[in-house]
């Protein structure tokens, strides 16, 4: 049971550059989130869907986009990539309902913008 | 504005001895409070969780206590273990989001020294 899986788990972009990190899951959960995490300021959340079709911005949504085509699949797409978004990069994914939705995150991608 | 907040960065305790951390919340929307634990490289599992019609959930070592007048909560680990020695993060859920959509502290770094 690979639970949520993350790729790449390292990248280095030059500012400008465009990039999609991979988020998958096979626990058959309809909602997933990204997360960024930065020193001194814990696990912020970035864009969130409940299910196929459906997205929406979390608390730090600016120079990302996201799409949610499948259940299993939501990835993170930088149009064109700043110093400031230089972070890691954590995918969670959860039941939709009212208890017992603790989320279960990937590994993290750690990204790096030069 | 931080919504949630562990205002402690880090916490060094004697092994066998209480590990107390704590976390304030602002927002009395939040309904579902969670408990996650971090060691380096990793995502973040989740450790306890506590609805806000209770006041007290207790799964082995780990404790968390809600009091929801001071709007605030705490995890008690005890006995403290060397392999607890990482990073806390406190979590709530606000109660017109159901799923995993989670506003997350800054976490504390707990230290369990032998």
């Known amino acids: 049971n690979a639970g949520v899986t993350q790729t790449p788990k390292f990248q280095v972009l030059k500012t400008g550059q465009s990039m999609t990190l991979q988020c998958a899951q096979d626990m058959n959960h309809e909602y997933m989130s990204w997360y960024r995490q930065d020193p001194g300021m814990g696990l912020r959340l970035i864009h969130y869907?409940?299910?196929?079709?459906?997205?929406d911005q979390g608390e730090v949504p600016n120079g990302y986009n996201v799409s949610r085509s499948t259940t299993e699949d939501f990835p993170l797409r930088l149009l064109s990539a700043a110093p400031s978004q230089t972070s890691v990069y954590f995918c969670?994914?959860?039941?939709?309902?009212?208890?017992?939705?603790?989320?279960?995150f990937g590994q993290g991608t750690r990204l790096t913008v030069v | 504005d931080q919504q949630v907040k562990q205002n402690s960065p880090s916490l060094s305790v004697q092994e066998g001895r209480i590990s107390i951390l704590n976390c304030d919340y602002t927002n009395s929307m939040f309904d579902y409070f969670l408990w996650y634990k971090k060691y380096p490289a990793e995502g973040p599992t989740f450790l306890i969780s506590?609805?806000?019609?209770?006041d007290k959930n207790e799964d082995g070592r780990f404790t968390v206590f809600l009091n929801k007048s001071a709007k605030h909560l705490s995890l008690h680990i005890v006995p403290s273990q060397p392999g607890d020695s990482a990073v806390y993060f406190c979590a709530a859920r606000p109660f017109y989001n159901q799923g995993g959509k989670l506003i997350f502290g800054q976490g504390t770094e707990l230290s369990v020294k032998p």
């Open positions: 506590i609805s806000s019609i209770k």
């Open positions: 969670a994914s959860s039941y939709n309902r009212e208890w017992d939705t603790e989320a279960f």
């Open positions: 869907s409940v299910g196929a079709g459906i997205t």
